[in-house]
């Protein structure tokens, strides 16, 4: 069951790799009338133009998404934050978001929520979530793990946080790489209990001859 919407909705944006996962998630919320209150590092605005190319600069990111998704991306709205500013609004329990996702999420931010740090913008809204008992969304990309990266993360599952590794499904046969996108996306929406048609769901039938 969706609730109800229009929603704050914190998107992080770190630098390890899956850019593709970050977008696919901001357009997604976007198209569903979402508020987004982006924030995307210094290594993450440098693997946008890496993996994405430089038409998904910063600077031109509204036209990129329009020209990727479409026009529904106007139906939400989004504001970015710079993650050395520790006074923004999410920073806040009082006045911060309803919900938060880190997509993709390098193990040095995962470190840093592990251990309650705050050093950067990310982090301390990241902590907020976790204190005020609101959802915080990791989704981690990196193989293979080590063991310490392993811990951080049972450790951010343990303080509240839901993990979602970047580990797309393939039950519904994607064809394309927008399809694993569409996959990893709708499973953020799914757990913000976020109604979508990004990818079809499970059907025990349908591998039957």
């Not at 994405?52 to 600069?57: D, E, H, I, N, V």
């Not at 990241?126 to 969304?137: C, G, N, Y």
Request: proline share 6%.
């Amino acid at each position: 069951m969706s609730i109800e919407h229009p929603r704050r909705i914190v998107l992080a944006v770190t630098g390890a790799s899956g850019a593709v996962y970050a977008m696919r998630t901001l357009s997604a919320l976007l198209q569903h009338g979402e508020q987004v209150d982006l924030v995307i590092t210094e290594y993450g605005r440098r693997l946008m133009i890496d993996e994405l190319g430089p038409a998904a600069r910063v600077d031109r990111l509204q036209t990129y998404l329009e020209e990727t998704w479409g026009d529904d991306v106007r139906r939400g709205t989004w504001v970015l934050h710079s993650n050395k500013d520790l006074g923004a609004r999410i920073a806040s329990g009082s006045k911060g978001a309803d919900a938060m996702v880190i997509a993709p999420c390098s193990m040095k931010t995962m470190a840093a929520i592990a251990h309650g740090l705050s050093r950067s913008l990310v982090e301390r809204a990241a902590d907020v979530m976790l204190k005020e008992h609101r959802p915080l969304i990791i989704m981690p990309r990196e193989t293979p793990m080590s063991l310490p990266q392993l811990k951080n993360m049972v450790s951010c599952a343990e303080a509240g946080a839901i993990i979602v590794p970047a580990m797309p499904g393939f039950y519904q046969r994607p064809q394309t790489i927008a399809d694993l996108a569409d996959f990893m996306a709708g499973r953020v929406l799914s757990l913000l209990r976020i109604d979508h048609q990004l990818y079809p769901g499970w059907d025990p039938q349908a591998g039957r001859a």
